[in-house]
């Protein structure tokens, strides 16, 4: 079992920076493909970025240029610095791990974490 939780959401003027995080517990961190999904109000859950245990990212062409996931395997970390931000970033963000290294499919959700964005 893999224990997920965020920090670091909060309210933030357009063209601001918020830094999140990602903390887990459990089980081996670096095991974990990990990313960052968001749901807008009113809206379906979207992949904004994702990192693999091997360090590949990928992210949705919405923050491209403007977000940047990264993981500390040491700290068991995973983080989303956003840069540049509008109001349509505006979402609960959530923190997901992945894997099939210990036989079955693995995947875990943090509780979220709020992210406003004022115009």
């Known amino acids: 079992q893999v224990r997920l939780v965020e920090s670091g959401g909060g309210l933030v003027q357009a063209g601001g920076s918020l830094r999140l995080s990602c903390t887990a517990s459990g089980r081996i961190f670096s095991a974990y493909n990990m990313a960052w999904y968001r749901q807008p109000p009113g809206k379906q859950r979207e992949l904004v970025a994702q990192i693999t245990h091997r360090g590949s990212t990928e992210y949705a062409d919405s923050v491209k240029g403007r977000f940047t996931i990264s993981r500390d395997n040491a700290k068991a970390t995973v983080s989303l610095q956003m840069n540049s931000l509008r109001p349509e970033d505006t979402a609960v963000y959530s923190c997901?791990?992945?894997?099939?290294?210990?036989?079955?499919?693995?995947?875990?959700w943090g509780q979220g974490t709020q992210v406003t964005v004022s115009s």
């Open positions: 997901n791990a992945v894997t099939t290294a210990f036989g079955d499919y693995e995947n875990y």
